[in-house]
């Protein structure tokens, strides 16, 4: 990979940051020969700062940093795209991104998982992903395997809608065995993404 930074005059480089997991364009900035190389040998994405006139590592103070995943280099070789896990809102308003978008994915599964999310950290107890939480992993692990069983019994017979019905209850539960885990869907997928690469 060879930036070619000469292309500008000042030798500053636009280097779009995106989420890993969900894709969403979190913020653009410039990098210099220096901060491109410090962002290769550190991780952490780290820009040229106009403002400050020196090397800038993105969440040196707000401890929000972006840690490098992938880095692209568009068609002209004047362009980075940088695929980072960011520890934190990345914007220096408290945004998740410079646009003020939320960082999730626009799929329907991601939001469900922020809901579960949401309810694990509720108080309210009438809540049953709260409930689930509170039995603890065994017993949100055992829900699963229930559900897996029904899956499999529905699939047999020719009723569409309690096939689908079941499936939905899996797929349901095993999103709040991920979360149980500490884990998550974007990890899952990444997984998947990494193996059909190969």
């Not at 550190?42 to 106009?50: A, E, N």
């Amino acid at each position: 990979m060879k930036p070619e930074f000469l292309k500008y005059k000042d030798g500053l480089m636009p280097a779009i940051i995106q989420d890993y997991k969900t894709s969403k364009v979190l913020m653009l900035g410039f990098m210099n020969e220096a901060a491109f190389a410090k962002t290769e040998s550190s991780g952490q994405v780290t820009f040229y700062s106009r403002s400050k006139q020196r090397l800038w590592t993105k969440g040196e103070e707000s401890g929000n940093f972006l840690n490098v995943k992938q880095v692209l280099l568009d068609c002209d070789n004047d362009t980075l795209l940088i695929k980072a896990e960011p520890l934190g809102p990345t914007c220096h308003t408290g945004a998740d991104t410079c646009w003020s978008e939320k960082n999730h994915s626009d799929d329907f599964l991601y939001y469900l998982q922020d809901i579960i999310d949401l309810r694990r950290k509720s108080s309210d107890e009438s809540s049953y992903v709260r409930q689930l939480f509170n039995k603890g992993i065994n017993k949100i692990a055992q829900k699963v395997g229930e559900e897996a069983t029904e899956v499999i019994i529905e699939a047999k017979d020719n009723n569409e809608e309690l096939f689908l019905n079941e499936a939905a209850d899996l797929l349901f539960h095993f999103m709040v065995l991920l979360r149980a885990k500490d884990v998550s869907l974007q990890d899952v997928t990444y997984v998947l993404k990494q193996r059909h690469s190969k």
